[in-house]
């Protein structure tokens, strides 16, 4: 094997090892939260800080009702069923109908199921003690229709609250559109700044590392992820990067308010999202804290608030988006104000983007599956499979003329062993005669590196959004129970038997075996053996609609080697020995 053909596959190796390390979603460490003043202005909001800051936000002084004791109302639309509690005048949980938790498809996935704190529960300051309290007192039933209900209240200081909530306000059918109104308590005071908690997801068993469980921040250019890790001690590598256990992390942007804020796991997502350059005013921050689930298992909630502008009567208002549903591409991209950026697309490396491919990717297959969905519950494997066909059909030309040199260079194996060996200490000379033997004879040794160039970036993207497609999520295909899990079939002494990704790495074996090369050296073989038992092994917990894609590809590439012909090739004359 020439040192060119190494380098590519040693390349090829390196990058997908690379991303496997490296390629998870970003997470920013959190900036420092900078001082504000305590007085509440239009143009500010107070730190959430004090002595109710995260963890442990306290409940306000009087009038808490007990959660046994609190009234529920229930909205529903043919996607969500949306329980609201009198405690607060807050949302409970919200059952996605049409999402099912289990293959079993017994129970729904429901949203902030055992977080003890309801989502878009309501956070004033305490003008007395200037920390952040909980409002748990008890709301009253203003108005309620099927689509929509009306909750007051009224705030520690005497001010009365009004939260308003509706279904169908918008296209979205997960969307639930809420306003929060403080009025004035009186005498000329304005209503105090508020905010409030996002709610929270429990992980996804595929997500055994967390990987996804965040809470997400955007400001319009940037996204910015807090995920479990700085709520643990972290020993580092060696040492490096040792860090303890924080309580909460703090985020604030000032001049660039966040123009939503997002809680979610692997496959759904709750985001605020407010509808107004005004509403987001000049200011927002958010607090972020673990919370603990009964059954040992942990997800992330947190306080957002938006420096929302005192209006003439002195009181405050939010209104807003609540989309609390599953991050289906076609369903998020449609969202205003890239709440795309929900499906966190990892980077290469951590910093080389590729959201453009996964962004393609996921249309053409929603493209596919449309024009498949007749096909019945195997739809989505199909539409794999039939993207897979197409990719195959649009770099065919390429990868044909790859395989083309590849067996036109086999036959001057003889020829490029004696001018190595000829010149092996005159690297100049060398690739003189090399270069000349290539141009005499057709031959471009660069030819295969534009297939591999065009084929990496769509495994990385293939890589990266189906990890958390939730449109795979539960269907099957052939023996595969979930496209959007690894395909296992049994466990043996606690491993897992996944049978597709040691069939791709047979078919990776046979399509290499098959593309012919000047030499059949030991490196060879060598690449050939490691490339093949660890890309199943990076595969190997992957989804199975990744390793799906790999087979089919691998299947194509070994039948395009078999019907791909050889160029006709002049006689080769190998370069004469030298004298003496």
């Not at 804290?289 to 009567?313: H, I």
Request: glycine residues 8%; hydrophobic residues 45%.
């Amino acid at each position: 094997m020439d040192r060119k053909n190494l380098f590519l596959a040693l390349a090829c190796f390196g990058g997908a090892l690379a991303f496997y390390i490296f390629g998870t979603p970003r997470q920013v460490p959190a900036p420092a939260v900078p001082p504000v003043p305590t007085a509440v202005t239009p143009a500010n909001v107070p730190a959430l800080t004090g002595s109710g800051a995260l963890p442990g936000l306290a409940p306000a002084a009087a009038g808490i009702l007990d959660r046994a004791k609190a009234g529920r109302e229930v909205l529903a639309n043919e996607h969500l069923r949306v329980t609201f509690t009198t405690r607060g005048g807050a949302i409970e949980q919200v059952e996605l109908l049409k999402e099912f938790a289990g293959t079993d498809r017994k129970e729904q996935v429901v949203f902030n199921r055992g977080n003890p704190d309801a989502a878009l529960t309501l956070v004033v300051e305490n003008r007395a003690t200037r920390a952040w309290e909980q409002v748990l007192g008890e709301f009253k039933v203003a108005a309620k229709t099927k689509d929509s209900l009306t909750l007051v209240g009224t705030l520690p200081d005497g001010g009365k609250v009004e939260r308003t909530y509706a279904l169908g306000a918008t296209a979205e059918p997960y969307s639930i559109r809420f306003t929060t109104r403080l009025l004035s308590p009186g005498a000329g005071v304005a209503a105090p700044a508020f905010a409030q908690t996002l709610g929270s997801w429990r992980p996804t068993e595929g997500d055994k590392a967390n990987q996804f469980l965040s809470v997400l921040t955007h400001d319009g250019e940037d996204t910015v992820r807090t995920g479990v890790d700085p709520f643990h001690d972290s020993n580092g590598i060696f040492g490096l990067g040792a860090s303890r256990a924080v309580p909460t992390v703090e985020l604030a942007s000032a001049g660039k308010p966040y123009f939503w804020v997002a809680s979610g796991n692997q496959f759904f997502a709750s985001i605020i999202h407010p509808l107004s350059v005004e509403a987001r005013g000049a200011r927002s921050q958010v607090s972020i804290r673990p919370v603990a689930f009964p059954e040992g298992t942990e997800g992330l909630d947190g306080v957002a608030s938006w420096a929302t502008v005192v209006k003439p009567d002195l009181s405050t208002e939010l209104t807003g988006d609540f989309f609390v549903g599953p991050k289906e591409y076609a369903r998020v991209s449609a969202l205003p104000d890239n709440q795309v950026y929900v499906l966190q697309f990892s980077k290469l490396l951590g910093f080389i983007p590729f959201a453009a491919i996964c962004k393609l990717l996921l249309a053409c297959l929603g493209g596919v599956h449309a024009l498949l969905e007749w096909s019945g519950a195997w739809s989505w494997g199909w539409a794999i499979v039939a993207l897979t066909l197409l990719i195959k059909l649009v770099t065919w030309p390429l990868t044909a003329a790859q395989q083309r040199q590849a067996k036109k260079m086999a036959k001057f194996s003889k020829p490029l062993q004696e001018i190595n060996e000829k010149y092996k200490d005159n690297p100049e000379k060398k690739q003189k005669e090399l270069m000349k033997l290539y141009k005499d004879h057709g031959i471009n040794p660069l030819a295969g590196c534009l297939p591999i160039l065009i084929q990496m970036p769509i495994f990385f993207g293939m890589y990266t959004a189906f990890q958390t497609t939730v449109e795979l999520r539960l269907h099957s295909f052939l023996w595969v129970q979930d496209l959007a899990a690894p395909d296992t079939l049994f466990v043996l002494g606690g491993i897992p038997f996944n049978l597709l990704p040691i069939l791709m790495g047979v078919t990776m074996w046979l399509s290499m075996k098959m593309t012919p090369s000047p030499s059949a050296d030991s490196s060879q073989k060598t690449i050939i053996l490691v490339m093949t038992l660890m890309f199943p092994l990076i595969c190997y917990t992957m989804p199975a609609a990744l390793t799906l894609y790999m087979t089919v590809q691998n299947l194509l590439t070994i039948l395009q080697a078999a019907v791909t012909k050889e160029e006709p090739t002049v006689e080769v004359i190998p370069p004469k020995k030298a004298k003496g």
